[in-house]
């Protein structure tokens, strides 16, 4: 499995900071709190050859799914959250 950071430093469209992982095995990957724009989401996933299957947010707070309505609909990947 490969841990990829999609974002470090402040998304200044959102006006916060926010990490954005995607976690990649094989063709799959999840993508855990899509806080960043769904495109760069997907570009991210298609670099690395892989689909989205699952999105997995770890807390609730809007910072960490601000893209996971249009991510989810691109996708129609199944959320998960505690």
């Known amino acids: 499995m ?8 402040e998304n200044t469209r959102f ?3 926010s990490n954005c992982f995607l976690l990649c095995s094989g063709d799959e990957c999840a993508v855990v709190d899509p806080s960043i724009e769904c495109d760069e989401i997907l570009s991210a996933a298609n670099l690395r050859d892989c689909r989205v299957k699952y999105i997995i947010l770890t807390h609730g707070h809007f910072d960490h799914m ?3 309505d249009a991510l989810k609909k691109a ?4 959320v ?3």
Do not use: D, Q
């Open 75 to 78: 996708t129609g990947a199944p």
């Open 15 to 17: 006006g916060y900071s």
């Open 80 to 82: 998960y959250i505690h």
């Open 66 to 68: 601000h893209t996971l």
């Open 2 to 9: 490969k841990i990829c950071n999609l974002t470090l430093s």
